[in-house]
């Protein structure tokens, strides 16, 4: 929509979206359920098995997805139930990775304070390629529990194995020359994605940090000081993106989110898509953008003007950082705001992130994560049709 189009004039029938991603999305993580968190602290502490602590994942799946279903969405995740983290789970089983000895302190703050999260740093120890179909076992569950929703499976983009360490984590003594390890990573992916597309995946999105958190010069500043072209790298996470979706399967759709951090509602980076924006949009060929714009940290919507026709926005107008709800005149409001810079036609509406990206979990309720997707699917439907 234009700034002369009434509101009147957003439901048509000629809107509804049959290929991800949907009017009604989400990012993908969900709040862990209590029962899963103590059978997981149950497993690590030893007094289940691993087959055990898996019937406990597979239980709780299967009800996220009816959740999913029953709430109207038309994509459904298995909430990255089995997962401890949203990236190192997938990151730690390439080959050639490795957990680093040291820990990887990430600085994260909210309006009251300041947090950290820690984890153990990785390295590349070895030659990257991916040996066995990562999360393949856990898209083919969530695949055989769906009825009306389309599985999605979310993974880390290439960008994430190398903006934690950077060219310090990378052995010398493996990839004397840089360029070999970007090769090997984009051939990795490549693989993983041509495999997933053998099991069924027709909805992949790669979430990348990396590219919103390069709007924020104190982030580029961190990476200057490493010593590594802040000003062009996120240029570099394009092309190699695109390097491993070059044969992408046949019929699958292939989104990227991005953020600037959610850790127990904790954020990391800030600043607009601007730093990025044209070459984001104009050059990283993926079906469409999964973007947070849940406060002002974001930014406004005008390098949304660079979005080529065809391609997708979805924008992440939902918070999953607090319990407050939205209301729907103000994501009306926002989303016709949006309309602006890209047509109407190529939105979508969704919570800005996921609700638990590591196992702990944003501080809302299940009920407040409930409320803000069933927003989410009310209001799509109220706009587009």
Request: net charge negative.
């Amino acid at each position: 929509m234009r700034a002369e189009t009434s509101r009147a004039e957003y439901c048509h029938p000629m809107t509804l979206r049959h290929t991800p991603p949907f009017r009604a999305d989400h990012v993908g993580s969900l709040l862990r359920p209590p029962a899963l968190l103590a059978a997981r602290q149950d497993f690590a502490e030893g007094r289940i098995s691993s087959e055990a602590l898996r019937e406990a994942e597979d239980v709780a799946i299967t009800e996220v997805v009816k959740l999913q279903e029953g709430i109207g969405l038309a994509s459904a995740t298995d909430g990255e139930f089995r997962r401890t983290s949203w990236h190192m789970d997938f990151i730690y089983q390439l080959d050639g990775v490795s957990k680093a000895d040291e820990q990887l302190q990430v600085a994260f703050r909210d309006a009251s304070g300041e947090t950290s999260f820690t984890s153990a740093a990785l390295k590349i120890d070895g030659r990257v390629g991916v040996g066995q179909t990562i999360f393949a076992d856990a898209f083919l569950y969530l695949k055989s529990q769906v009825s009306t929703a389309t599985p999605k499976l979310t993974i880390p983009s290439p960008s994430m194995v190398h903006y934690r360490g950077g060219a310090a984590s990378i052995d010398p003594g493996v990839y004397p020359d840089v360029e070999g390890f970007w090769a090997d990573l984009s051939a990795a992916y490549a693989e993983e994605i041509r495999r997933l597309g053998e099991l069924g995946c027709t909805y992949l999105q790669l979430d990348d940090t990396s590219l919103a958190y390069l709007n924020d010069p104190a982030q580029r500043a961190m990476i200057a000081a490493r010593g590594e072209d802040a000003e062009h790298q996120h240029l570099r996470y394009i092309r190699q993106i695109n390097e491993a979706l070059k044969a992408k399967p046949a019929g699958m759709s292939v989104t990227t989110h991005m953020c600037r951090g959610n850790f127990q509602s904790y954020w990391a980076a800030e600043g607009g898509y601007d730093f990025v924006a044209e070459a984001l949009f104009g050059e990283l060929n993926v079906d469409g953008f999964f973007l947070e714009f849940d406060d002002e940290r974001s930014g406004g919507f005008e390098p949304l003007h660079f979005v080529p026709p065809g391609k997708m926005v979805v924008l992440g107008l939902v918070t999953t950082k607090h319990a407050a709800l939205e209301s729907k005149d103000d994501l009306k409001r926002r989303i016709d705001e949006a309309s602006r810079f890209v047509p109407l036609e190529q939105l979508c509406l969704s919570p800005q992130c996921g609700f638990s990206s590591t196992v702990e979990g944003n501080r809302i309720t299940f009920e407040d994560e409930v409320a803000k997707l069933r927003l989410v699917a009310e209001v799509a439907a109220e706009v587009w049709g």
